[in-house]
């Protein structure tokens, strides 16, 4: 069973930084698609950054400019860089890995930004 555990979340003020991190239990270049998406209160679970297997990123509009996702192979970690955090980024963040139709998640992380 594939486990992918994230850490790296916590309080931060806006305008702050953070980088939040996504193990895998197995080699990440076996997922056609590793991503991190967030649920915020009162909200629906949104794509925040995904990357694919031959390493195209896109990002959800709100982040682009201020997230940047990234991967260690040798880690078998995916990486969420989060700059000029706002309020509205608060939220649960999880990870999220595919292989064809068969999609996994992480316990997800908390990260909330004080105005």
């Known amino acids: 069973q594939v486990q992918l555990v994230e850490s790296g979340g916590g309080l931060v003020q806006a305008g702050g930084s953070l980088r939040l991190s996504c193990a895998a239990s197995?080699?990440?270049?076996?997922?056609?698609?590793m991503g991190w998406y967030r649920r915020a209160p009162a909200k629906e679970r949104e794509l925040v950054a995904q990357?694919?297997?031959?390493?195209?990123?896109n990002y959800a509009d709100s982040v682009k400019g201020r997230f940047t996702i990234s991967r260690d192979g040798a880690k078998n970690t995916v990486y969420l860089d989060m700059n000029n955090l706002n309020p509205d980024d608060t939220a649960i963040y999880y990870c999220?890995?595919?292989?064809?139709?068969?999609?996994?998640w992480g316990q997800g992380t908390q990260v909330t930004v004080s105005s």
């Open positions: 999220r890995a595919s292989i064809l139709s068969r999609i996994y």
């Open positions: 990357i694919n297997v031959g390493g195209n990123t």
């Open positions: 197995e080699n990440i270049f076996n997922f056609n698609f």
